[in-house]
């Protein structure tokens, strides 16, 4: 990416006029508006209702982004291709700039200065551009006020096409280069049985690998265990970042005599910290009568079998912290007892016994009549629209991908009276991902129009995973996690039907990103009623193995997207904690019309943990615990508001709905701060919330009410909850 040697900062008076008349009339004929409605993400906002990163190439005079009252800030967009830049035209706010540079990149990680601005004076400004790149970055160093940065629109200009793109770039999508094969082997993590296995030898693996992960939260190792059809005789006990499923078409084909088990001892019998690890798509005949699943965040049990009755919380009975049950049959009782929160979707039980806080049932066969609060059980007889996750099996010579099909109006298992509906990906149709890969190699793979399997591991990336064709599918094995380096997204999914990302954890690193998941793109508006986007078992972290940082874990731009169980965590305990350390301002953002999420669990972000702009969302059971650690009650105010509610839908939605929406505090650092609201929602009829509950644990902190000005205070040592039936 060429540049001219002698580019020199360009004084105030040759960039500040009442128009755009300093652009060479030549220049300004050619060059075409690029950035309007392009991505775009900025180091901070002022107020993410008001004043978002996307208002500055809007095209909207009357909306503005404004960033948080410090140096440095920044402000970048993705014009979609390389262009040669001609000029960024700059409409301030009173709040400007005074110093800058402007920033051009091919990648979004190298950048070279295209145009520079020392002694600015705000007003309409014209910064001509020397160079070319497919991303602009506006980088402020100093203020002009006391204020921070605040554009109406920031306009660049150039000529598509230019730049460093090479017609034999192998990540050119017109020309993908050498063709990259599907298929080949899972990696060294995936442990794969067959019915001829000795049970001797895969209970000393499943033995070791448990001594490994039991207390491992934040290391490095990742397994997953696949049996194939048949019958073993062993008990699994699942250990951090260990997936265990069976490899058959259905739950019945893999029978496992003894257990899959998972409980609390290494942490004194207190289950809230047993994350990360799964089963799937296997039956369990359990030794003792009762199988045994207690755990807490982005711990889920799919398409599970159980012959006997079923606890979900550890031998002591000590606390649980919730989680999630989907495409699940257990023939005798499932019972909670010290579950605080947790989400059943689509299953059948013999029968359910137990309720804490937040008990949530959509479409489950044997769940408990409707009633709230103690017990405090919210009911949804079926499910609007489903679509299960997709999961790897042996296919009878090699293995395959089964995508299961969208369901409406659903209730019950989807394989109890015969095989899940859906269509086959043969392993030759697939990408088989590595850790060490490149995200260059990935986004060749898919650009060629393989889907992509992340084999257990960690996965680096230096540019953002782009999965831009529809139907294509994302699955990850065993917590395969993408940590993303240099200050990138980790992915970004386009706005296109039928796309799937399921089994993923998304880790920020160090390097401070705009978002770690994006799906769509701002001001995305493609119809995919028929053929959603969905998220399945997305987690996205944010601190605990490194200090990362990151303004917002997921945003989802495209309509009608599906979200089935997310965990968006803000760490509050590992390495890199702390108030200024692991940064982040929102977990979750939802941007899309008529988006459907189904177990949102997001928390300790030091903003809204989520904001909900798009019409007609839906959520079925929300989780949230507060940021524990500001440090003051000044730190911890929303402008001239006490504290972030931590489910926030935009005062200008008109229609929303939730069900069981649960939220705590747990302000450890200085427990004398005060959120006013739990929920913040526009007092509208279409607005319609039931089950809600907010909730101090042990007198940390203090919410003032459950939804707007509704609901009792939570406070005090005795843990007792505010409940609210309903809000409209």
């Known amino acids: 990416m060429p540049r001219t040697a002698a580019l020199a900062a360009i004084t105030a008076a040759a960039v500040v006029g009442t128009g755009f008349a300093a652009v060479a009339p030549a220049a300004a004929a050619e060059a075409e508006l690029l950035s309007q409605g392009r991505t775009v993400t900025a180091s901070s906002v002022e107020n993410p209702d008001y004043t978002p990163a996307r208002a500055a190439v809007d095209g909207d005079l009357g909306t503005r982004w404004s960033s948080t009252f410090r140096d440095p800030q920044w402000l970048q967009v993705d014009l979609g291709e390389s262009a040669d830049l001609d000029r960024i035209e700059l409409v301030w706010e009173g709040a400007y700039g005074a110093d800058f540079r402007v920033l051009a990149s091919d990648d979004g990680s190298a950048w070279e200065t295209v145009g520079q601005v020392v002694g600015g004076r705000g007003g309409t400004q014209t910064v001509p551009l020397d160079g070319d790149g497919r991303y602009v970055k506006l980088d402020f160093t100093k203020r002009g006020t006391g204020y921070g940065y605040s554009l109406w629109e920031a306009r660049v200009f150039g000529i598509p096409g230019g730049g460093s793109t090479d017609p034999t770039d192998p990540t050119d999508p017109t020309d993908p280069g050498e063709e990259i ?66 490899a058959g078409r259905n739950p019945d084909d893999v029978r496992i005599n003894g257990g899959v088990w998972v409980d609390a001892q290494w942490f004194g019998g207190n289950a809230t910290q047993n994350f990360w690890r799964s089963v799937e798509n296997l039956a369990i005949a359990p030794h003792t009568g009762e199988a045994r699943w207690a755990v807490s965040q982005a711990a889920p049990m799919r398409r599970v079998h159980v012959l006997g009755d079923l606890s979900l919380a550890p031998s002591s009975y000590g606390w649980s912290s919730g989680g999630y049950i989907a495409d699940s049959k257990v023939d005798g009782v499932v019972r909670s007892y010290s579950q605080q929160q947790w989400l059943n979707r689509d299953s059948t039980f013999g029968a359910w016994e137990g309720s804490v806080w937040n008990m949530v049932f959509s479409g489950v066969e044997g769940s408990p009549a409707n009633h709230f609060p103690n017990p405090s059980h919210t009911v949804l007889d079926r499910s609007p629209i489903t679509k299960e996750k ?261 005062d200008d939605v008109d229609e929303h709905q939730a069900w069981g929406v649960g939220v705590y505090s747990y302000n450890n650092v200085d427990p004398s701060i005060v959120t006013t609201s739990a929920i913040e929602v526009p007092a509208k009829p279409g607005i319609r919330l039931r089950s809600l509950v907010a909730v101090s644990l042990g007198g940390n902190g203090v919410i003032s009410h459950v939804v707007n000005g509704l609901g009792e205070e939570a406070s005090g040592v005795d843990t007792i909850p505010s409940y609210l039936v309903g809000f409209n």
């Open 390 to 650: 997709p999961y790897l099996y042996w296919a009878g010579d090699d293995w395959a991908i089964f995508v299961p099909s969208l369901r409406t109006d659903t209730r019950g298992t989807t394989w109890e009276d015969g095989p899940t509906p859906g269509t086959s990906i043969p392993l030759d149709d697939v990408y088989v991902a590595q850790p060490g890969d490149s995200a260059e190699r990935i986004n060749q793979a898919l650009a060629q129009g393989l889907h992509l399997l992340l084999t257990p591991g960690v996965h680096h990336v230096d540019e953002p995973i782009r999965v831009t064709r529809p139907d294509t599918v994302v699955l990850g094995l065993g917590y395969a996690t993408i940590v993303n380096d240099g200050g990138t997204a980790a992915m970004q999914v386009a706005d296109v039907d039928g796309v799937t990302v399921a089994g993923v954890l998304f880790d920020a690193g160090t390097e401070h990103a705009p978002v770690l998941l994006e799906v769509g793109e701002p001001g995305a508006s493609a119809d995919h009623s028929d053929d959603p986007i969905a998220l399945h078992d997305v987690f996205l972290r944010v601190g605990g193995a490194v200090a990362g940082k990151v303004d917002e874990a997921l945003v989802i731009h495209s309509d009608d997207t599906l979200v089935d169980h997310i965990w968006s965590w803000r760490g509050d305990h590992g390495e890199g904690i702390g108030w200024d350390l692991n940064t982040a301002d929102r977990g979750l953002v939802v941007n899309g019309d008529d988006v459907t999420a189904y177990g949102l669990f997001v928390e300790h972000y030091q903003q809204h943990n989520t904001v909900w702009n798009g019409e007609r969302g839906r959520t079925v059971f929300y989780q949230s615990e507060l940021a524990y650690d500001p440090p003051s009650q000044a730190a911890w105010m929303n402008g001239s508001t006490r504290g972030w509610a931590s489910y926030k839908v935009a």
């Open 181 to 246: 094969e599907g298929g080949g082997d899972l990696g060294p993590n995936v442990h794969v049985y067959e019915d001829t296995t000795p049970d001797s030898t895969i209970q000393a693996e499943l033995d070791a690998a448990f001594q490994a992960q039991e207390t491992s939260q934040f290391g490095q190792r990742r397994d997953q265990f696949l049996f194939k059809p048949g019958t073993y005789d062993v008990h699994a006990h699942i250990g951090f970042n260990t997936s265990i499923s069976g």
